[in-house]
């Protein structure tokens, strides 16, 4: 059956840094571009991060840019997003999502499994 499953979330004050990771199961992970999503209550969900099924091809919303890293371990079935400089706007509950093309994207529509989703607060 496949599986994502997000972990590290928090409670973090501005500046600070997380990394999140997503694990992946049941399916054959190296095939699949994986995207980071986030949604704040009241908000749409948005596209945060992508990361192409090689891990060479990588996009961002341009908010996170300079300050959010996406990378993948094939080996592992696991990407990550280590989340530096931290500001309360990037409070949301992010997702993960598999999409079955090779190639990322920031549209939410082209994924087709999806994460529990793990909450990330920034807050003083």
């Known amino acids: 059956q496949l599986q994502l499953v997000e972990s590290g979330g928090g409670l973090v004050q501005p500046g600070g840094s997380l990394r999140l990771s997503c694990a992946a199961s049941?399916?054959?992970?190296?095939?699949?571009?994986i995207g980071w999503f986030r949604q704040a209550p009241g908000k749409e969900r948005e596209g945060v991060s992508c990361?192409?099924?090689?891990?060479?091809?990588?996009d961002y919303v341009d908010s996170v840019k300079g300050r959010f890293t996406i990378s993948r371990d094939n080996l592992k079935n696991t990407v990550y997003l280590q989340m530096n400089s931290l500001k309360p706007e990037d409070t949301a509950v992010y997702y993960c999502?598999?999409?079955?093309?090779?190639?990322?994207?920031?549209?939410?529509?082209?994924?087709?499994?999806w994460g529990q989703g793990t909450q990330v607060t920034v807050s003083s």
């Open positions: 999502a598999a999409s079955q093309r090779s190639w990322g994207s920031l549209t939410a529509h082209e994924y087709n499994y």
């Open positions: 990361i192409s099924s090689s891990g060479r091809s990588t």
């Open positions: 049941g399916f054959t992970f190296g095939y699949y571009a």
